[in-house]
């Protein structure tokens, strides 16, 4: 099962409408959290928002996450060990304020849980390629380095500040 995720902030029509004809056309089941997105899917079963811990019990259940190119997806998909499809929103499509997910998607190309698609007919390859890899060997710790959150405490405090660093 897909979990499709468009974010709570801008529509995104396009990668609604591209993984709900997927979806019709391949028999792959999923759910759709479309946010402002005009858009409403006839084969994905969908709500446009839903809480933190139904996005996180949806996560826990799919078998690969289909969403924008953001970095809270992304971060998302490295704690619960999912591997994602990202197709970033692009400003000449009037997706978004500037092109930041398309530099997302060059910094994180590289990353073997994640595939970065532009267009409807590169979705079926990406999600098989996904699904069919071996498991993740990449995930986030659900608490930070204490070495990052340290040089943050330096940051904000200064060395000097008194505040304790362990």
């Given at each position: 099962?897909?979990?499709?995720?468009t974010?709570?902030?801008?529509?995104?029509?396009?990668?609604?409408?591209?993984?709900?004809?997927?979806?019709a056309?391949?028999?792959?089941?999923?759910f759709?959290?479309?946010?402002?997105?005009?858009y409403?899917?006839?084969?994905?079963?969908?709500?446009?928002?839903?809480?933190?811990?139904?996005?996180e019990?949806?996560i826990?259940?799919?078998?690969c996450i289909?969403?924008?190119?953001?970095?809270?997806t992304?971060?998302?998909?490295l704690?619960?060990?999912?591997?994602a499809i990202?197709?970033?929103?692009?400003?000449?499509?009037?997706?978004?304020?500037?092109?930041?997910?398309?530099?997302?998607?060059r910094?994180?190309?590289?990353?073997?849980?994640?595939?970065?698609?532009?267009?409807?007919?590169?979705?079926?390859?990406a999600?098989?390629?996904?699904?069919?890899?071996?498991?993740?060997?990449?995930?986030?710790?659900?608490?930070?380095?204490?070495?990052?959150?340290?040089?943050?405490?330096?940051?904000?405090?200064?060395?000097?500040?008194?505040?304790?660093?362990?």
């Amino acid at each position: 099962m897909i979990f499709l995720t468009t974010g709570t902030q801008l529509p995104f029509d396009r990668l609604v409408s591209i993984v709900d004809a997927w979806a019709a056309r391949s028999g792959i089941q999923g759910f759709a959290q479309i946010g402002t997105s005009s858009y409403i899917p006839t084969t994905l079963k969908h709500q446009r928002f839903i809480s933190q811990a139904n996005f996180e019990e949806r996560i826990r259940a799919c078998s690969c996450i289909i969403s924008h190119a953001g970095m809270g997806t992304i971060i998302s998909a490295l704690t619960y060990g999912k591997p994602a499809i990202l197709m970033p929103r692009r400003f000449a499509l009037g997706e978004h304020r500037n092109d930041h997910q398309l530099a997302t998607a060059r910094k994180l190309a590289d990353r073997p849980f994640l595939r970065f698609i532009q267009e409807a007919d590169e979705l079926d390859a990406a999600y098989h390629e996904l699904v069919s890899s071996a498991p993740l060997g990449e995930v986030l710790p659900p608490h930070a380095d204490a070495r990052f959150i340290n040089g943050l405490r330096d940051l904000i405090f200064g060395n000097d500040s008194g505040v304790d660093t362990p």
